[in-house]
């Protein structure tokens, strides 16, 4: 690790803006528990891509080109092996704790073996952190599931996207590629999210 890198993990007055003079908000204080509010709170003022909420909207409503999406089975099939699509999480107008793709809650995601996957995650969400990662177990994930789950392909993580603020809602593109035929999962890291609700499965077809 860096030695500002350590720095910033530490306090040190070089540490960016964004990371320092923010009360933590309610949490030293006992008011609230839950992490994913502190989360997206400090991580409010992070650095990054921005998109106002009118494109989010759109980009959740949209199939992506190619990809097939049915809502009586709750999935979205891309039948080549260029895969790209937008994720929100935890939109307003839907169940609370969910991701939204293509109009869909949580659907299954279907890509061809060896594809390339491009995939861009936005926090949707007025008062919640949110992430996206695609786990190596199609298993039921845990209320922590930062601390167990391991992505199933090297860059399928974005773990944590603050609160959306005036400049707009945080997006993360990740990109990966997939290997070889198999049933994964995708899940939000914050604690809780997974299990209540934020979690699909994620499978590599032949
Ligand atoms: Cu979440």
Redesign the pocket.
């Known amino acids: 690790m860096s030695g500002s890198g350590y720095r910033w993990m530490t306090g040190g007055t070089d540490a960016p803006s964004w990371m320092r003079g923010r009360a933590l908000p309610g949490y030293m204080m006992g008011s609230t528990g839950d992490a994913?509010k502190v989360m997206g709170a400090l991580f409010a003022d992070a650095p990054g891509a921005r998109v106002s909420p009118a494109l989010a909207a759109r980009l959740g409503a949209q199939v992506p080109a190619g990809a097939t999406a049915s809502r009586a089975r709750n999935r979205i099939s891309f039948p080549g092996t260029s895969v790209r699509l937008v994720v929100l999480?935890?939109p307003s107008g839907g169940p609370a704790?969910t991701f939204r793709i293509a109009g869909l809650v949580d659907p299954a995601i279907v890509v061809k073996a060896h594809a390339h996957v491009s995939i861009e995650v936005i926090n949707a969400d007025p008062g919640?952190a949110?992430?996206l990662v695609i786990t190596a177990t199609s298993a039921r994930p845990s209320w922590m599931p930062m601390l167990t789950a391991r992505p199933a392909f090297p860059g399928s993580a974005a773990w944590f996207l603050g609160n959306p603020t005036s400049a707009g809602m945080h997006a993360a593109t990740l990109g990966f590629t997939v290997g070889s035929p198999g049933t994964y999962r995708y899940l939000?890291p914050?604690p809780g999210?997974a299990q209540k609700g934020?979690t699909g499965t994620f499978t590599v077809s032949a």
């Open positions: 994913g999480a935890s704790e919640t949110h992430g939000c914050v999210h934020m």
